[in-house]
């Protein structure tokens, strides 16, 4: 499995944007780049999901390099419930759902 | 969204008994449920594959006879935490893939096993 690589932990103010980046330089041209959250002792949580092109949703937007090895998780207005670890992921198509997580991105969000 | 509910979501046992973990899916039927396991601070990592009507698919270094997986209905898969020694306290979580043409995969509540 391709692997991923983000920053150990981040801080945030609230109401402030939050640019969660992931390095994934031995891409596949069949991986798709999915972002999960978890909350304290809580399951994981999807975020969004993508494969070339940037991507919006409620909760979030992925802004995906054009060579396909980096991805950014942007939280346009961090509030005190973004507080989580945020998991970059990638998935090959056709994998059935398994996702092999790495260490994350432990974000912090100071009032 | 799907929902997979896990049950129960925190349990304290003595070293030596087994402890039983179910997972259901609430609003869909799934033949392939997921079980990692996670200790604090660290990722979640994958334990198994179950699957509905045959034999669990273990991942490398997770002993099959310690952590018996039971997937006995399109609805319900079991972890069995059997011969519960302390190393064995961990979050538990069980994860079923996306439903149809989605990509959202689902998660438990997770399980927070204490063995003292």
């Known amino acids: 499995d391709a692997k991923t690589t983000q920053p150990n932990s981040m801080e945030s103010n609230e109401e402030e944007p939050v640019h969660l980046p992931c390095n994934h330089s031995t891409i596949s041209g069949t991986d798709y780049i999915h972002w999960y959250r978890q909350l304290p002792s809580q399951g994981p949580e999807y975020v969004i999901h993508?494969?070339?092109s940037n991507v919006n949703n409620r909760m979030a937007s992925l802004a995906i390099a054009e060579d396909r090895k980096s991805s950014t998780l942007i939280l346009h207005r961090a509030t005190l419930r973004d507080a989580a670890v945020y998991y970059c992921?990638?998935?090959?198509?056709?994998?059935?759902?398994?996702?092999?997580f790495g260490q994350g991105t432990e974000l912090s969000v100071k009032p | 969204g799907a929902v997979v509910s896990q049950h129960p979501s925190r349990v304290i046992c003595k070293s030596g008994t087994s402890v039983k973990i179910e997972c259901r899916s609430l609003d869909f039927q799934a033949t392939t449920m997921f079980w990692y396991r996670q200790f604090p601070k660290q990722s979640l990592m994958l334990m198994a594959t179950s699957n509905e009507g045959s034999k669990a698919t273990y991942e490398q270094g997770v002993e099959k006879d310690k952590f018996l997986i039971n997937h006995a209905s399109l609805t319900l898969s079991t972890l069995t935490v059997t011969s519960a020694h302390p190393e064995d306290s961990s979050f538990y979580i069980c994860s079923a893939p996306p439903q149809g043409s989605g990509t959202e995969a689902f998660f438990g509540q997770g399980t927070r096993l204490t063995v003292v």
């Open positions: 993508g494969l070339t």
């Open positions: 992921i990638l998935r090959p198509i056709n994998q059935g759902g398994k996702l092999i």
